[in-house]
């Protein structure tokens, strides 16, 4: 199993920035991906940003440029720092991990239990 935490949201003015954190817990070294998700009022959950262990890390169109995820080498951390930010960018965050469970042979994925980001404009 994998739990997940978010901290860092808060309330700042559009071309600010803030930085999201997500400790994450259990069999970390299951993990084959994090994830930051956003889900504003009344829309769709969204993929953010994504790394891919091994593979590649990559961001939703609209972010690109502004955001910039990052993770440790033991999975235990998950970090999105976020530049010049828009109203566009209001939304709960959350924090998403993919794991893959060899000891029963389960791929299992974990969510976080969110943080607001508002943006005032």
């Known amino acids: 199993q994998v739990v997940l935490a978010e901290s860092g949201g808060g309330l700042v003015r559009a071309g600010g920035s803030l930085s999201l954190s997500c400790q994450v817990s259990?069999?970390?070294?299951?993990?084959?991906?994090l994830a930051w998700y956003r889900q504003g009022l009344g829309k769709k959950r969204e993929l953010v940003a994504q790394?891919?262990?091994?593979?590649?890390?990559s961001y939703l169109d609209s972010v690109k440029g502004r955001f910039t995820v990052s993770s440790n080498s033991a999975k235990s951390a998950l970090y999105l720092q976020m530049n010049n930010l828009e109203p566009e960018d209001t939304a709960v965050y959350y924090c998403?991990?993919?794991?893959?469970?060899?000891?029963?042979?389960?791929?299992?994925?974990?969510w976080g239990q969110g943080t607001q980001v508002t943006v005032s404009s």
């Open positions: 998403h991990a993919v794991a893959y469970h060899a000891d029963w042979d389960s791929g299992e994925r974990y």
């Open positions: 259990g069999k970390t070294t299951d993990i084959t991906a």
């Open positions: 790394i891919e262990f091994g593979e590649n890390t």
